[in-house]
């Protein structure tokens, strides 16, 4: 080693981290041998801190911005000169670890996998696909360098996110399970949920010294075979509204369906009809059918008859012939 070198080693040094990366959580300070001279200068600027590992214990966190001067008992001419045969390095290390301590915002998350729960309320099977954001900062930087760190020289954000995903899939995936929320309730209810899972990510993230200022569920979707499942649902609860608004019940509606169908393709299942009608066509069975349905009761309200009339002509039950014939004979009794 040149004797330059060798005095330059030992010239007071200016420690600072700049420019700062954002992409990183921690960062360390890379010395020519981990020798940290006396009088070295070391600037912590706005949005920094700095763990001091001193002989393998952490002596200090720094929090506050400002110019400190760091003092330790390596004395670089004596130590340096002793140390001829170790390449002039001192015994006395010291790491310096500067760590972001402004917020970290605007953490995307995602479910890489559905999460499966059961709807308890409509009885079927879920899978739910979830996304969002979520911001946070360090606030123990002694137990996070400590537990989590360590010595590596540096730590990412990116790295950080993957650990937080993880535990938002976990918890989502047991809240689910415990609220049982049925899948018409979660847009009603999203931010509700999005202040439960964060109550309960705040607990799991205090164990890294990270103190979580935000979460947010953004969106959710449901896999194909919910979405079959879902459409099913939603097309009887239409069913069934439209044949309660008819005067008729969803049973009801359907049998007309049904028959109506049956009828109409009377050539294919002449087989049917013997089972239906006890020797009647279907055709018969369907006119039976019908006047059972709108045969005006004395007393009926004429309003709720005639929505009955106008469901089954909707429905093609009926014709528009059909209707105002009947229409005219309902009419006719009152």
């Known amino acids: 080693m040149g004797l330059f070198n060798f005095f330059k080693k030992q010239i007071a040094t200016v420690i600072a981290w700049q420019p700062q990366d954002h992409n990183l959580l921690v960062w360390r300070y890379k010395a020519a041998t981990d020798e940290i001279k006396n009088a070295s200068k070391l600037i912590i600027s706005p949005g920094q801190g700095c763990v001091l590992v001193y002989e393998g214990k952490i002596t200090d966190v720094i929090d506050q911005e400002g110019v400190y001067n760091i003092r330790t008992d390596n004395h670089p001419f004596i130590t340096s000169l002793l140390k001829v045969a170790q390449l002039f390095e001192s015994e006395h290390k010291m790491g310096l670890y500067y760590y972001r301590k402004a917020e970290v915002v605007n953490q995307g998350w995602g479910t890489s996998s559905p999460i499966k729960y059961f709807d308890e309320y409509y009885k079927i099977p879920i899978q739910l696909s979830a996304y969002g954001n979520f911001s946070y900062r360090i606030n123990d930087a002694a137990k996070f360098f400590t537990d989590y760190v360590g010595t590596q020289d540096i730590y990412t954000v990116e790295t950080f996110r993957d650990v937080v995903q993880s535990r938002i899939i976990q918890v989502l995936t047991s809240y689910f399970a415990s609220e049982k929320l049925s899948f018409i309730d979660i847009d009603a209810q999203i931010d509700r949920l999005s202040r439960d899972i964060k109550e309960r990510l705040i607990q799991d993230l205090e164990a890294f010294g990270i103190q979580l200022n935000d979460f947010r569920i953004e969106g959710n979707s449901f896999d194909q075979d919910t979405q079959d499942r879902i459409g099913k649902i939603a097309d009887i609860t239409a069913d069934s509204f439209a ?47 019908i006047d059972e349905v709108t045969q005006p009761k004395i007393g009926a309200d004429p309003i709720e008859q005639l929505r009955k009339l106008k469901l089954l002509l909707d429905e093609n039950i009926i014709s528009q012939e059909e209707f105002d014939h009947k229409k005219k004979e309902y009419l006719n009794k009152f």
């Open 243 to 289: 044949a309660s608004e008819g005067g008729l019940s969803y049973v009801e509606l359907e049998k007309l369906r049904a028959l109506r169908d049956a009828a109409n393709n009377e050539g294919g299942l002449a087989g049917a009809g013997v089972g239906l009608g006890a020797g009647m066509s279907l055709g018969k069975v369907f006119s039976n059918s």
